[in-house]
């Protein structure tokens, strides 16, 4: 029995590295499996890192409608104009022509100045000022509207100071600020988009780009019918347990060099926040990998032709990064969508990325986050075999078939024959 159950294991390696061989050589040949396993993840994080190496915005410009052309109106708009955040561009008549300029996007934003903003500063009145900002850039209008807030407080000190009779420094300080506040970004130090968001969008690209490759390795092997191949090392079910590992071997061999260049040289590249521990970025990355792995292998046995894997990956790509709960907070996704989204290891990879690399966090912290890859890892294996054990039997009875149809024609060429021959 020891010697049977040896020889089993030293079959059932001998057919995963054949397999594994084989996978290597159609992924190597496959000019469009390596479009996506290797020139799309090396470039397009570049491409994406460089636009948004800036990290934040800075002079934004801005239209300014004067009303009020006063001492005061004047002040704030020199002061709002001293920001290194945004830039007034132009100095408008009325709205009608500051509207003209952000419709044509010259402009990002309007300050709208009343005409009684002076006079009711004077006579000891609140006084208003309108901000208006293009919504569809989120830091553009970040940067309006937070400089306008600053450059507005600013002066209400000043005109405390002004109304306080307070004789020393010391006093004015204490009317104007008496408890001080001071705001530390914890995690995103420099406040840019670029720390918040890129390590997120690389976690991603790992998923999507796996998958993608897998599923237009299927969809030709489809095409060009390669599954025979198979069937002579799965003629019994573990068979295609060593199918699965052995193409699974290869694409985690070519991924694991992959994520070490989109983690660890791509933030170096672009000097992005990076303060994790390599054991537990191992740690993560191999389930993460695994996951992403049987994934898709198993999205590209159900997808049947694999222009259909390449739409439907394209298309969920932005959904993904919001249901990982960066874009938007975790807590105000709906439960069903929560739900929904614990199907894609890209959902956990991206937290637990997040918590390792922004926040220094070690295994233990994302403990939840690592036993559901894990469990995504168990639950996608045994279904890529019951999918692929389906399609190799699939395949077998059409070779049979299609056997037992030759058989019959060769038969019935024969009788012919003979039948020609007795007549002639």
Partial sequence: MGKGFLKQ?????????????????????????LIFFILVPLLYPLLYSWAYNNEVVHEVTVAVVDMSNSSASREFIREYDASPDVKVAFKCNDMTEAKDLVQKQVAHGIVYIPAEFSQKINRMQQAHISVYCDMSL???????????????????????????????????LVATNPLNVESVQIFNPTGGYGSFIIPAVLMLIIQQTLVLGIGLSAGTARENNRYQDLVPISRHYNGTFRIVLGKSLCYFMIYLVISAYLLLVVPKIFSFTSIFHIRPLIGLIVPYLLASI????????????????????????????????ISWPQSNIPGYWQGFSWLFP????????????SMGATLQDIAPEYRALWYQVIAYFLATCAVYRYQIISTRHRATNRIEVIKERARQIIEKRKLRKANA
């Fill in 346 to 357: 890209s959902t956990f990879g991206v937290r637990g990325f997040i918590r390792l690399n």
């Fill in 9 to 33: 294991i030293s079959e059932g390696v001998h057919d995963m590295c054949y397999i594994w061989a084989k996978e290597m050589k159609y992924t190597i040949r496959d000019e469009g499996v």
């Fill in 138 to 172: 989120m830091l553009t209008y970040k940067a309006i509207f937070q400089t306008a807030q600053a450059v507005a407080s600013k002066i209400n000190e000043k005109i405390q100071i002004a109304l306080s009779g307070n004789f020393t420094k010391r006093d004015e």
């Fill in 294 to 325: 049987f994934f898709g292998m198993f999205v590209s046995c159900i997808i049947r032709y694999r222009e259909n894997v390449m739409l439907l990956v394209v298309f969920a790509s932005i959904p993904l990064l919001f249901l990982s709960g």
